[in-house]
């Protein structure tokens, strides 16, 4: 045997080392182990190693001008203010090389838009100055437009009012529901577009011109060239009149202009045109502007490429307005006219006034007729026909039978005070909407009596029986017998099957009925009781007809207590409970362990349960089980110097150490508790401490081998290895040493839990 010092060795013996590590003894050691597996190895410096020289001179002459750069390029980044530079010299050429690509649009368009909202909510009033150039102008044509309309229509209409022609167009106008200033201004208004020019408004230049086939010709360059100087001159000599002129009346001729932001298109009229015709001029110059926008923008003189503005110049000078005018004749006639008419609208007032009363009565007639109806006073005031009385809520609507009376709701005031009707039609109506009897059940009136036939559910039964009782004195009676019960097997089943849940024990029953079609039961339930649901189904009972809400408890009636004791106790087969009267009892033969177990579950029960009376028990005691525990502790198995096996001639022991491990397996299971052999294997001190520990490893492992063979459970053994680190004796002698050379045996008893 080697003496001589083993780093190795030291590493793997538990010592000092474990308790605190000294890093520079550890890193000595494995320099120790590494120079006796290659004793070339020289010692390694703690020192870190100095870079060479040439390796940097080799770096700079491969990389130096890269290097330079990345380091611009950091100065560059990383300071705010050159960054910016560097982007703005480039950021106009990258927007000009992608102006042409929709997709700056797109990335822009939101930012635009959120800048914009922000500027808005910071200052509103910055809005309102750029709009208000645009916006009064055309507020104020607009407004001049109305009043000028507004005006000719009054023109006309007096103009034609007390005239034989007026009287008839009154009359189209009371029949047809339109205004007599509109009838007025259909029959008269008679103009032609005679000429229209269309002129650039930046040079006065001529654009496109078009004329009607009767108008008269004149020089479209010297017209336009007059139009425009006309628009100049006001301009600029008002305040005021940026637009220029839009309206010029020039005898029997008028020259209506509507700007564009480009052209001017002027409209030469004969005779008198609406004032709508300001929109249409307006709608073709929006037109025009809207597809020839950019050459309007660019027009230098030529008219060459404006051929087909001539087809929207056409359109204007295409409206026209023509009515044939008729001789009007004086007033003779109508002052002729005038007594006949009186004595024809007296008449007209007087029936319409007979009528009226004729229909009013037959309305009250009506209402009296009605049930839930009582008038208490009728009549005429301040023009209007009053009635006053009292409405139940289920009456027929008063509004309803006025509108098909024909007289006038607008004349009519009512006054109703509600009340409780007990008529037996609105007693009916009341029963019907309170309560909705179901498909199968009508309800009628038979005299003074309201009868229900037909089937219906039990609840529907009781409701409708609650609902008799609560009707007033004075209402017809409610007679619900004839109600037949469609739930009447069911409610027998139902019946049968709450009857048994209270004989169950564990289940008390604290309320039990219906609600909303469903049948309800709440209680008490012991877990180990029967499973309510599983009764519901040997009832022939719907489970989704039923809701069952149980309160978890412990139930302390015998049969009981008898399930949780022998869930809990797991009493073995030679022991058996039984329930007598208040009391179980357990008869037969047990172990020690188990009757204590039993002793003190006896003792926790709680205060009126049952008792557990354990005096029939006989107590077999642990005796036998204890021998093979000490028998099996008493083995050895003896092992030759560096042997993993066992020494020769110890085949009788093995075979009787199986015996014993299978007889304490099986009394185990019996009382029904864990047991666990574990193989120690050991060796001697002679050797490396890790040779030593590997061999007493595979010495256990042969051991649990050999028992395996001989029908031992392997689930039953473990296995540990020991070294020399458990030595029955101190003694460095040959005998201690051949002791050590062994696999010992141990039993672990535990209770199951």
């Known amino acids: 045997m080697s003496t001589s010092f083993d780093p190795l060795e030291l590493l793997v013996r538990p010592g000092p080392l474990d308790a605190a590590i000294d890093r520079k003894t550890l890193a000595s050691l494995l320099l120790d182990v590494a120079r006796h597996v290659k004793p070339d190895i020289g010692a390694a410096s703690p020192e870190l190693p100095i870079t060479d020289v040439r390796l940097e001179q080799l770096r700079r002459v491969l990389l130096g001008r890269e290097i330079e750069i990345v380091a611009r390029l950091s100065e560059v980044v990383e300071d705010p203010e050159q960054l910016a530079h560097a982007v703005g010299r480039v950021l106009p050429t990258a927007f000009a090389e992608a102006i042409s690509d929709v997709r700056l649009g797109q990335v ?417 339930r012991d877990p180990l009781a029967a499973d309510p649901r599983q009764l519901l189904s040997e009832a022939g009972i719907d489970p989704d007809r039923v809701e069952l809400r149980w309160t978890p408890f412990e139930g302390l009636d015998p049969q009981m207590v008898f399930k949780r004791l022998q869930t809990s106790l797991d009493p073995p087969p030679s022991v058996s409970l039984t329930v007598e009267g208040d009391r179980i009892i357990a008869e037969g033969s047990a172990p020690t362990l188990w009757l204590e177990r039993a002793g003190l579950a006896a003792r926790m029960l709680p205060a009126g349960a049952p008792r557990l009376d354990l005096s029939n028990i006989r107590d077999v005691g642990d005796g036998e089980l204890g021998k093979l525990r000490e028998a099996i502790h008493s083995h050895t198995i003896r092992f030759d110097q560096n042997e993993p096996l066992p020494a020769p001639g110890q085949d009788a022991l093995l075979d009787r150490i199986a015996s014993e491990l299978t007889g304490l397996a099986t009394l185990s299971s019996n009382m029904h508790l864990t047991t666990r052999v574990m193989l120690t294997g050991h060796a001697d001190a002679i050797g490396k401490g890790t040779f030593n520990l590997s061999l007493s490893l595979a010495r256990a492992e042969a051991v649990r081998a050999l028992l395996k063979k001989r029908g031992v459970n392997p689930d039953l053994l473990a296995i540990r290895g020991a070294g020399a680190l458990e030595p029955l004796e101190q003694e460095a002698s040959e005998t201690a040493r051949s002791a050590d050379r062994r696999v010992s045996f141990s039993v672990e008893i535990e209770r199951q839990p």
């Open 108 to 524: 822009l368009a939101p930012a635009l838009e959120k800048a914009t909202q922000s500027s808005i909510r910071s200052d509103p009033q910055r809005l309102v100055n750029i709009l208000y150039p645009l916006i009064v102008p055309a507020m104020r044509k607009s407004i001049s437009e109305s009043i000028d309309s507004t005006f000719q229509s009054l023109n006309e209409s007096l103009k034609h009012s007390l005239t034989w022609r007026g009287v008839r167009w009154r009359w189209e106008a009371w029949r047809t529901g339109v205004p007599f200033a509109h009838v007025v201004l259909k029959h008269n208004l008679v103009y032609q577009v005679e000429h229209a020019f269309l002129i650039h408004r930046h040079t006065g230049l001529l654009i496109s011109h078009v004329a009607a086939e009767n108008a008269a010709s004149q020089d479209p360059q010297l017209v336009s060239s007059m139009l425009s100087a006309i628009q100049d001159f006001v301009r600029d000599s008002f305040t005021g009149a940026e637009q220029g002129v839009d309206t010029l009346r020039l005898g029997e001729f008028q020259l209506w202009s509507e700007p564009g932001p480009s052209a001017t298109l002027v409209a030469v009229i004969r005779g008198n045109p609406p004032e709508s015709l300001h929109e249409r001029l307006h709608n073709v110059v929006t037109r025009i502007h809207t597809e020839r926008h950019r050459a309007l923008e660019d027009f230098n003189g030529d008219s060459a490429g404006f051929g087909d503005i001539e087809a929207d110049l056409t359109q204007c000078v295409s409206l026209r307005q023509q009515a044939p005018l008729r001789a009007q004749r004086g007033f003779g006639l109508i002052f002729a006219l005038i007594p006949l008419l009186l004595l024809l609208a007296g008449g007209a007032w007087e029936f319409r006034r007979w009528q009226d009363a004729r229909r009013w009565e037959d309305y009250l007639a009506q209402l009296r007729l009605l049930p839930g109806i009582v008038i208490t006073e009728s009549g005429q005031r301040d023009g209007k026909f009053q009635v006053t009385g009292l409405r139940d809520p289920l009456a027929a609507d008063p509004r309803q039978v006025l509108n098909g009376s024909g007289v006038d709701p607008a004349r009519v005031a009512s006054h109703w005070s509600p009340y409780l009707a007990l008529d037996p039609q609105i007693t009916l109506r009341r029963l019907q909407e309170t309560l909705n009897p179901p498909h199968g059940v009508t309800l009628k009136v038979e005299g003074d009596r309201i009868v229900a036939e037909g089937a219906a559910s039990s609840s529907w039964r009781k409701r409708a029986h609650a609902v008799a009782q609560m009707l007033p004195e004075g209402m017809p009676a409610f007679d619900v017998s004839g109600v037949r019960n469609l739930e009447e097997q069911e409610e027998r089943r139902w019946n049968d099957y709450l009857a048994n849940l209270r004989s169950q024990p564990g289940i008390v029953i604290t309320k039990a009925g219906q609600h909303d079609g469903k049948f309800l039961v709440e209680g008490l």
